[in-house]
């Protein structure tokens, strides 16, 4: 009678169990992409900062290679979304809303219905600030002034030119890649510069340091009648002391911004990357300050857009309500 070696049986029956489980693991992934395109925004901004790491966070739990495409901002973002051009996008709350609404003023007439939420990103604050030494030393000291906006397509290049007609203060705003906007106002070629950004934002930071700068405050008045016209609003405020010489608190409104997927991508598939995201916020704060945002309790700032399934199916493990006119499932 021959003597059977319990190691020789082991391993033999993992080598049987890895070739029934391999083949299963590959079908798994047989209909994921073989790479991920992630839309962001300008290089140097909050969505070129934080897609850089979620980019690196996602190729190594997807094992995929995942690349950025540099863009004008979250609308054009919200539009390479429905054509099908990207995987991925940072998109912020209102201009996801206005898309989602076919409101879009970058693409009205294309749908984008294709969109769905996966994770909270950030809030971003929009601050103004203006030269030492200028006249502005408010919101309304800018009438008839040029203020720099940021990129077009971009949350700010859209809302600011609109915060300032529902105040009823007539401005030129002009658009271009924020760190241009900075250097022009330090050179005087504009009043003010006006962004959304987070708190301290390096743009504004940077003006600051280099040329000497304050921070403009909306009235309490402002704030509220900003709320009022734009659900898509926060109330904020900048802290005393976040820029250098800021000796008061500056009102003014934030807004949030969100990871969306295309609806298309596989549930497991979105469910890893919702995953990878929520549970490596200290990884994402590394890189950009205001991802501590990023945080399942976050998801209740979108009102409107569905979540894609394989996110929904996260948020369920970790006991995170889910509306049921967002459930796409």
């Known amino acids: 009678m021959s003597r059977q070696h319990p190691g020789l049986l082991l391993a033999v029956a993992g080598l049987v169990l890895g070739l029934w489980t391999a083949p299963a693991a590959a079908q798994d992934r047989a209909d994921w992409p073989e ?14 900062l934080y897609g850089q790491a979620l980019a690196g966070l996602l190729g190594r739990a997807l094992r995929l290679d995942v690349t950025l495409m540099p863009t004008g901002g979250s609308y054009q973002n919200a539009a390479l979304m429905q054509t099908g051009d990207v995987d991925l996008a940072l998109i912020a709350v209102g201009p996801m809303y206005d898309a989602w609404s076919g409101e ?31 006249v502005a030393e408010s919101p309304d000291g800018l009438a008839g002034a040029t203020i720099g906006a940021g990129p077009a397509g971009a949350a700010a290049g859209i809302y600011v030119p609109l915060f300032f007609t529902t105040l009823g203060i007539d401005v030129d705003t002009r ?21 959304a950004d987070g708190v301290p934002g390096t743009v504004f ?125």
């Not at 969109?115 to 601050?127: E, G, I, L």
């Not at 050179?187 to 510069?193: E, K, Q, S």
């Not at 298309?264 to 995953?275: H, M, N, R, S």
């Open 104 to 134: 879009s003023p970058l693409s009205p007439t294309l749908p984008h219905d294709l969109m769905r939420v996966v994770a909270p990103s950030f809030s971003t604050t929009f601050q103004m600030m203006a030269l030492n030494g200028a």
């Open 35 to 48: 790479t991920l395109t992630i839309a962001t925004e300008t290089e140097g901004s909050a969505y070129d």
């Open 175 to 195: 658009n271009g890649q924020e760190g241009d906007l900075a250097q022009q106002l330090e050179h005087g070629l504009i009043a003010a510069l006006a962004l």
């Open 205 to 329: 930071a940077g003006v600051e340091s280099d040329a000497g700068a304050r921070l403009l405050s909306f009235s309490g008045e402002q704030q509220a009648a900003l709320l009022d016209a734009f659900p898509a609003l926060v109330p904020a405020t900048v802290p005393p002391g976040t820029y250098a010489g800021q000796e008061d608190e500056a009102q003014t409104v934030a807004m949030w911004h969100f990871v969306v997927a295309r609806a298309d991508l596989p549930d497991d598939l979105v469910y890893t990357v919702t995953k990878t995201i929520l549970e490596n916020q200290a990884k994402l704060v590394e890189a950009y300050a205001g991802a501590t945002g990023t945080a399942a309790a976050n998801i209740a700032q979108n009102a409107m857009v569905p979540l894609h399934p394989g996110a929904g199916r996260y948020y369920e493990e970790v006991g995170q309500e889910i509306p049921e006119e967002l459930k796409a499932w």
